[in-house]
């Protein structure tokens, strides 16, 4: 697979694993930190925050699995 095809999969992951875990944890949250729709509020920075964290783990093992299985000859 090509590496924008492994990019962009590793940006899904990162998405709908970040939205499932905010949404999960949403109603525990304070409301201030709670998504309203259609609006850009701290709740929309709390879930894009998920998903970053999220994204930062699936990079950091793909670059572990990397660096321990170097490419054969």
Excluded: Q
């Amino acid at each position: 697979m090509s590496t924008s095809g492994i990019n962009f999969l590793h940006a899904l992951a990162a998405v709908l694993g970040g939205n499932a875990i905010y949404l999960l944890l949403e109603k525990h949250m304070p409301m201030a930190a709670r998504h309203a729709p259609m609006k850009f509020d701290l709740g929309m920075v709390v879930d894009f925050w998920f998903c970053l964290v999220i994204f930062g783990a699936i990079k950091t093992i793909a670059g572990r699995r990397r660096r321990s299985h170097p490419p054969g000859p």
